[in-house]
């Protein structure tokens, strides 16, 4: 059974990607001729689903190693990616229904078939590419150069000040009453922490100390890891980056759990973002509350 809370991705992945044996092409051709074989059908940002989660067939016909990516085995059975078009749904209004292995799965196929979709040609001498190793990697026709799936490192803070408020705000592009902690991406030649300090100084107009790491996420959209911070406010004073920021506001636990009751919504729950404001309202994201890597838990101790 695949079905279970939404993942906190903090756990070993049951995902098991073979890398020592994707390389065999013969190998990768017996997986897809397996009675058990499963494929998952997905696009960028997109998905097979039905009403039950997410919507596989069985392998059929010979496999095709540009339209056929090999995700790994999952308790001995493997499960293949195949790039489709037609009848999925947008990964963004599934994933809150999906389970943990589910959402890997997904996440990983929707990566893997937009990355493929994206790389067809060498970005050195312009000659087209093929898949290779199962899908994980496309190799130059005429210089052989290898190209691998491509991840942007983004952070996403949780900034609390000396009352313990969590800072919360909304990008005018969001849906009415869409509120979350702040994010942005890493620049060239820069670390994660440089890069926490950077984007709040140009969102909010804040400095931070105390940056504390709590965990990853990825983030197929298109391609993103988003890396999750706690870090304290020097002072409380906000200046918005109005192209990116049209509102932020300080909340204690009581004004944003009255807040919920219409005025503010929050992130899906599968989304760091989600996991983040929880632990706080729940108290486990503060001062002294023990390991931050563990005190975003699970999406079974949502509390909204």
Known sequence: MLRGPGASWLDHSVLDRVPDNRAETAWVDGLWESADAVVLVAAEAQVAVDSTGLRTEPSAGDYDPESHFLLGLVAGTPWFAAAGGEGLAPLRSVMDSLGTTELELAFTAAGLVGWHARAGYCPTCGAATRAVAGGTVRRCTACEQEQYPRTDPAVIVAILDDDDRLLLGRQPVWPAGRHSVFAGFVEVGESLEQAVHREMAEEVGLTLHGLEYLGSQPWPFPRS?????????????????????????????????????????????????????????????????????RCLGTADQRLV
């Open 225 to 293: 890891l988003m890396v999750g911070f706690l870090a304290r406010a020097d002072g409380t004073e906000i200046t918005l980056a109005g192209d990116e920021i049209e509102r932020a506001r300080w909340f204690t636990r009581e004004q944003l759990r009255t807040a919920l009751d219409g005025e503010v919504i929050l992130p899906p729950v599968t989304s760091i973002a989600r996991r983040m404001i929880e632990a706080w309202l729940a108290g486990r994201l503060t001062a002294g509350a023990g390991d931050p890597v």
